[in-house]
Protein backbone atom coordinates (compact mmCIF):
# COMPACT_ATOMS: atom_id res chain seq x y z
CA UNK A 1 0.00 0.00 0.00
CA UNK A 2 1.53 3.75 -0.97
CA UNK A 3 2.44 5.40 2.15
CA UNK A 4 -0.67 8.28 2.61
CA UNK A 5 -1.52 9.46 6.08
CA UNK A 6 -4.07 11.58 7.06
CA UNK A 7 -4.67 13.71 10.43
CA UNK A 8 -7.01 14.08 11.88
CA UNK A 9 -9.55 11.46 10.92
CA UNK A 10 -12.46 12.69 12.24
CA UNK A 11 -13.18 16.21 13.68
CA UNK A 12 -15.89 18.42 14.94
CA UNK A 13 -15.68 21.81 14.44
CA UNK A 14 -18.30 24.87 15.11
CA UNK A 15 -19.05 27.09 12.27
CA UNK A 16 -16.69 29.91 11.36
CA UNK A 17 -13.93 28.64 12.70
CA UNK A 18 -10.89 27.77 10.18
CA UNK A 19 -9.51 23.96 10.42
CA UNK A 20 -6.53 22.85 8.47
CA UNK A 21 -6.61 19.00 7.24
CA UNK A 22 -3.03 17.87 6.42
CA UNK A 23 -2.08 14.61 4.04
CA UNK A 24 1.67 12.96 4.50
CA UNK A 25 2.83 10.76 2.33
CA UNK A 26 6.19 8.88 2.00
CA UNK A 27 6.43 7.79 -1.24
CA UNK A 28 8.02 10.99 -3.00
CA UNK A 29 5.30 11.48 -5.78
CA UNK A 30 4.70 14.76 -7.39
CA UNK A 31 1.30 14.89 -7.50
CA UNK A 32 -1.14 15.49 -4.62
CA UNK A 33 -4.87 16.08 -4.91
CA UNK A 34 -7.47 16.95 -2.21
CA UNK A 35 -11.15 15.49 -2.68
CA UNK A 36 -14.34 15.60 -0.65
CA UNK A 37 -17.28 13.39 -0.92
CA UNK A 38 -20.53 13.43 -0.73
CA UNK A 39 -23.67 11.12 -1.17
CA UNK A 40 -24.94 11.93 -4.82
CA UNK A 41 -21.83 14.11 -5.99
CA UNK A 42 -19.37 11.22 -5.98
CA UNK A 43 -15.67 12.18 -5.53
CA UNK A 44 -14.99 16.06 -6.48
CA UNK A 45 -11.34 17.14 -6.88
CA UNK A 46 -10.72 20.55 -4.50
CA UNK A 47 -7.41 21.37 -5.16
CA UNK A 48 -4.43 19.68 -6.33
CA UNK A 49 -0.38 20.35 -6.46
CA UNK A 50 2.03 19.57 -9.11
CA UNK A 51 5.15 20.42 -7.58
CA UNK A 52 6.12 22.07 -4.16
CA UNK A 53 4.74 25.49 -3.85
CA UNK A 54 2.65 24.72 -7.26
CA UNK A 55 -1.37 23.97 -7.11
CA UNK A 56 -3.95 24.37 -8.47
CA UNK A 57 -7.89 24.67 -8.33
CA UNK A 58 -9.98 22.02 -8.88
CA UNK A 59 -13.71 22.27 -9.69
CA UNK A 60 -15.22 23.03 -6.00
CA UNK A 61 -12.43 25.21 -4.56
CA UNK A 62 -14.28 28.04 -2.90
CA UNK A 63 -13.83 28.29 0.37
CA UNK A 64 -10.62 26.01 0.62
CA UNK A 65 -7.17 27.29 0.21
CA UNK A 66 -4.23 24.96 0.27
CA UNK A 67 -0.25 24.91 0.67
CA UNK A 68 2.75 23.03 -0.03
CA UNK A 69 6.11 23.41 1.20
CA UNK A 70 7.43 20.48 1.29
CA UNK A 71 7.15 16.84 -1.37
CA UNK A 72 6.00 14.75 1.27
CA UNK A 73 2.94 17.50 2.79
CA UNK A 74 -0.43 18.97 1.13
CA UNK A 75 -2.24 20.83 3.60
CA UNK A 76 -5.82 21.86 2.88
CA UNK A 77 -7.59 24.76 5.15
CA UNK A 78 -11.14 25.58 5.52
CA UNK A 79 -10.45 29.33 6.23
CA UNK A 80 -14.05 29.55 8.00
CA UNK A 81 -15.62 26.35 7.97
CA UNK A 82 -19.81 26.63 6.95
CA UNK A 83 -21.87 23.71 7.64
CA UNK A 84 -21.91 23.21 3.49
CA UNK A 85 -18.22 21.44 3.95
CA UNK A 86 -19.22 18.91 5.82
CA UNK A 87 -17.77 16.27 3.86
CA UNK A 88 -15.54 12.94 3.95
CA UNK A 89 -12.64 14.58 2.61
CA UNK A 90 -9.40 12.39 0.73
CA UNK A 91 -6.34 12.80 -0.26
CA UNK A 92 -4.44 11.40 -2.95
CA UNK A 93 -1.03 10.82 -4.92
CA UNK A 94 -0.02 9.61 -8.66
CA UNK A 95 2.86 10.24 -10.64
CA UNK A 96 5.20 7.52 -10.56
CA UNK A 97 5.54 4.95 -13.43
CA UNK A 98 3.62 4.93 -16.91
CA UNK A 99 0.74 5.33 -15.36
CA UNK A 100 1.64 8.47 -13.70
CA UNK A 101 -2.32 9.37 -13.62
CA UNK A 102 -3.39 6.26 -10.92
CA UNK A 103 -4.05 7.42 -7.73
CA UNK A 104 -3.66 6.15 -4.59
CA UNK A 105 -5.69 7.13 -1.81
CA UNK A 106 -5.70 8.35 2.14
CA UNK A 107 -8.32 7.04 4.44
CA UNK A 108 -10.10 10.09 4.33
CA UNK A 109 -10.77 12.44 7.31
CA UNK A 110 -14.43 12.74 8.09
CA UNK A 111 -15.60 16.43 9.23
CA UNK A 112 -18.64 17.78 10.61
CA UNK A 113 -19.42 21.17 10.69
CA UNK A 114 -22.17 22.22 13.60
CA UNK B 1 -24.11 17.31 -17.20
CA UNK B 2 -22.02 14.30 -15.76
CA UNK B 3 -18.40 13.25 -17.85
CA UNK B 4 -19.15 9.77 -16.53
CA UNK B 5 -22.17 8.20 -16.10
CA UNK B 6 -22.37 4.86 -14.25
CA UNK B 7 -25.17 2.28 -13.82
CA UNK B 8 -26.51 1.14 -12.35
CA UNK B 9 -26.10 3.69 -9.13
CA UNK B 10 -27.21 0.50 -6.77
CA UNK B 11 -26.93 -3.04 -7.00
CA UNK B 12 -27.78 -5.60 -4.61
CA UNK B 13 -27.70 -9.58 -5.52
CA UNK B 14 -27.16 -12.79 -4.30
CA UNK B 15 -24.10 -14.72 -3.66
CA UNK B 16 -22.97 -16.31 -6.43
CA UNK B 17 -24.76 -14.05 -9.32
CA UNK B 18 -23.39 -12.77 -11.82
CA UNK B 19 -23.68 -9.22 -12.60
CA UNK B 20 -22.00 -6.09 -15.12
CA UNK B 21 -21.79 -2.23 -14.30
CA UNK B 22 -21.23 0.25 -16.65
CA UNK B 23 -19.18 3.56 -17.31
CA UNK B 24 -20.35 5.92 -19.91
CA UNK B 25 -19.10 8.66 -21.98
CA UNK B 26 -19.64 11.10 -25.03
CA UNK B 27 -16.30 11.78 -25.11
CA UNK B 28 -13.43 9.88 -26.07
CA UNK B 29 -10.43 8.98 -23.45
CA UNK B 30 -6.68 8.12 -23.48
CA UNK B 31 -7.24 5.94 -20.54
CA UNK B 32 -9.84 4.97 -17.83
CA UNK B 33 -9.81 3.23 -14.44
CA UNK B 34 -11.56 1.47 -12.17
CA UNK B 35 -11.32 1.96 -8.67
CA UNK B 36 -13.19 -0.07 -5.21
CA UNK B 37 -13.73 1.74 -2.16
CA UNK B 38 -15.54 -0.35 0.77
CA UNK B 39 -17.25 1.67 3.65
CA UNK B 40 -15.12 3.58 5.85
CA UNK B 41 -11.99 3.59 3.13
CA UNK B 42 -10.53 5.55 0.36
CA UNK B 43 -10.68 4.06 -3.15
CA UNK B 44 -8.12 1.37 -4.21
CA UNK B 45 -6.90 1.19 -7.67
CA UNK B 46 -8.18 -2.01 -9.65
CA UNK B 47 -6.94 -1.72 -12.90
CA UNK B 48 -6.04 0.82 -15.79
CA UNK B 49 -7.28 0.52 -19.59
CA UNK B 50 -5.73 2.33 -22.22
CA UNK B 51 -6.40 0.41 -25.66
CA UNK B 52 -9.73 0.18 -27.50
CA UNK B 53 -11.38 -3.22 -26.63
CA UNK B 54 -8.81 -4.25 -24.28
CA UNK B 55 -9.90 -6.81 -21.96
CA UNK B 56 -8.34 -7.38 -18.45
CA UNK B 57 -9.01 -9.49 -16.10
CA UNK B 58 -8.22 -9.51 -12.14
CA UNK B 59 -9.55 -13.02 -10.61
CA UNK B 60 -13.40 -12.89 -10.94
CA UNK B 61 -13.70 -9.29 -12.49
CA UNK B 62 -13.25 -8.58 -16.42
CA UNK B 63 -12.60 -4.98 -17.14
CA UNK B 64 -13.34 -4.15 -20.62
CA UNK B 65 -12.74 -0.65 -22.75
CA UNK B 66 -15.09 0.04 -25.27
CA UNK B 67 -13.81 -0.13 -29.00
CA UNK B 68 -14.56 4.03 -29.30
CA UNK B 69 -12.85 4.30 -26.26
CA UNK B 70 -15.73 6.08 -24.92
CA UNK B 71 -17.30 3.62 -22.20
CA UNK B 72 -16.03 1.14 -19.85
CA UNK B 73 -17.81 -2.21 -18.06
CA UNK B 74 -17.00 -4.63 -15.40
CA UNK B 75 -18.18 -7.60 -15.21
CA UNK B 76 -17.95 -9.96 -11.73
CA UNK B 77 -18.11 -13.45 -11.94
CA UNK B 78 -20.21 -15.51 -8.95
CA UNK B 79 -20.21 -12.33 -6.66
CA UNK B 80 -19.15 -13.19 -3.23
CA UNK B 81 -19.99 -10.58 0.16
CA UNK B 82 -16.14 -9.94 -0.31
CA UNK B 83 -16.95 -7.80 -3.64
CA UNK B 84 -19.30 -5.41 -1.53
CA UNK B 85 -18.41 -1.75 -2.06
CA UNK B 86 -18.65 1.69 -4.47
CA UNK B 87 -17.11 0.78 -8.33
CA UNK B 88 -15.83 3.68 -9.45
CA UNK B 89 -14.69 4.53 -12.85
CA UNK B 90 -12.44 7.71 -13.45
CA UNK B 91 -10.78 9.47 -16.40
CA UNK B 92 -8.00 11.62 -16.62
CA UNK B 93 -8.31 15.44 -17.96
CA UNK B 94 -6.86 15.97 -21.19
CA UNK B 95 -2.76 17.44 -20.46
CA UNK B 96 -3.38 17.28 -16.81
CA UNK B 97 -3.14 15.00 -14.08
CA UNK B 98 -6.45 15.32 -12.23
CA UNK B 99 -8.82 12.08 -12.66
CA UNK B 100 -12.49 12.50 -12.93
CA UNK B 101 -14.64 10.28 -11.25
CA UNK B 102 -17.74 8.79 -11.91
CA UNK B 103 -20.61 8.57 -8.97
CA UNK B 104 -19.92 4.84 -8.78
CA UNK B 105 -22.36 1.93 -8.65
CA UNK B 106 -23.00 0.74 -5.10
CA UNK B 107 -22.78 -2.87 -4.60
CA UNK B 108 -23.53 -5.19 -1.69
CA UNK B 109 -23.31 -9.01 -2.23
CA UNK B 110 -25.75 -10.42 0.03
CA UNK B 111 -24.73 -14.16 1.95
Known amino acids: DAGITQSPRHKVTETGTPVTLRCHQTENHRYMYWYRQDPGHGLRLIHYSYGVKDTDKGEVSDGYSVSRSKTEDFLLTLESATSSQTSVYFC?????????????FGQGTRLTVV | TQLLEQSPQFLSIQEGENLTVYCNSS?????LQWYRQEPGEGPVLLVTVVTGGEVKKLKRLTFQFGDARKDSSLHITAAQPGDTGLYLCAVPGAGSYQLTFGKGTKLSVIP
Open chain 2, 27 to 31: SVFSS
Open chain 1, 92 to 104: AISGQGAMNTEAF
